[in-house]
């Protein structure tokens, strides 16, 4: 059984910044991509970004330049620094994980940033 815990979400003014953790759990030998997604109210879920097992990155546009994900392949586990947040910014931030080509999703959390 695996599973995918995430914490870090919360409260912050617009210009502020949140660090996202996203860890594995359970019988995993090796963790292909990770990455994280987010869904706004009343708008379509998209990617924010993800690494693969290498190191190597992607980013969605809006990201770029604000938003850095890494990971411990140690502790399986991936991190989303965000910086140089906006209100637009606002969403439920759900992270992901390539395990043995099944997909496994964290229980998300909720980024709220102020004006």
């Known amino acids: 059984q695996v599973q995918l815990v995430e914490s870090g979400g919360g409260l912050v003014q617009a210009g502020g910044s949140l660090r996202l953790s996203c860890a594995a759990s359970?019988?995993?030998?090796?963790?292909?991509?990770m990455g994280w997604y987010r869904q706004a109210p009343g708008k379509e879920r998209e990617l924010v970004a993800f690494?693969?097992?290498?190191?190597?990155?992607n980013y969605a546009d809006s990201m770029k330049g604000r938003f850095t994900i890494s990971r411990d392949n140690a502790k399986n586990t991936a991190y989303l620094q965000m910086s140089s947040l906006e209100p637009e910014d606002t969403a439920v931030y759900s992270c992901?994980?390539?395990?043995?080509?099944?997909?496994?999703w964290g229980q998300g959390t909720q980024v709220t940033v102020s004006s």
């Open positions: 690494i693969t097992s290498g190191g190597s990155t």
């Open positions: 359970g019988s995993i030998f090796s963790i292909n991509s």
């Open positions: 992901y994980a390539f395990i043995f080509s099944k997909l496994y």
